[in-house]
């Protein structure tokens, strides 16, 4: 399966998510789920993710190293899921969508139990360092949820 979370500017939160779950997924000795990231937006493209992003990630034993992309029309062919962190992002996905492709775009947190519907990841550029440490938080529970929701397929004997 392959997923690709999406923000606004691809430097703060879906890099976060993106490191996150990769994270996971390696821990667990997984391959069946490739995970990627991308912004809605163009102003940071080919930029590394926000200094406070990677230093709450590092902090928390995750590197970060993605460049920042835009997320094209074209790249709905390319994944099974795309991750909108909150509900502009989603509305925007949802547009730019080709119609058979639209119900590809999921919020993110909606994969976390504990999350109540239509739960975001709140934007943290102008927050201080604290707003990153929540960003980390939300999205790790996310991820624990995705990873919950797409069991390896293991076979038996
Ligand atoms: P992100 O955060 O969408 O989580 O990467 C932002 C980064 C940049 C801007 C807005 C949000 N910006 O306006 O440049």
């Not at 667990?28 to 102003?43: F, L, P, Y």
């Not at 590197?63 to 029309?73: K, S």
Request: hydrophobic content about 40%.
């Amino acid at each position: 399966m392959r997923l690709v979370f999406v923000c606004l500017g691809n430097i703060c939160r879906s890099p976060t998510a993106e490191g996150i779950l990769r994270h996971l997924l390696r821990e667990a000795r997984r391959t069946d789920i490739e995970v990627d990231s991308a912004g809605t937006g163009r102003w940071h493209v080919g930029e590394p993710p926000d200094p406070r992003a990677v230093a709450t990630a590092r902090r928390r034993g995750v590197t970060l190293d993605h460049l920042g992309r835009q997320f094209t029309r074209g790249d709905f062919a390319a994944y099974d899921l795309v991750l909108a962190v909150d509900v502009p992002v989603a509305r925007a996905l949802t547009t730019l969508a080709p119609p058979e492709h639209r119900d590809r775009v999921r919020l993110a947190r909606s994969f976390d139990p504990a999350a109540p519907p239509d739960a975001e990841v709140p934007d943290p550029y102008y927050g201080d360092q604290a707003a990153f440490d929540q960003v980390f938080d939300v999205c790790l529970a996310a991820c624990r949820g995705i990873l919950a929701a797409f069991p390896p397929v293991t076979s038996s004997g």
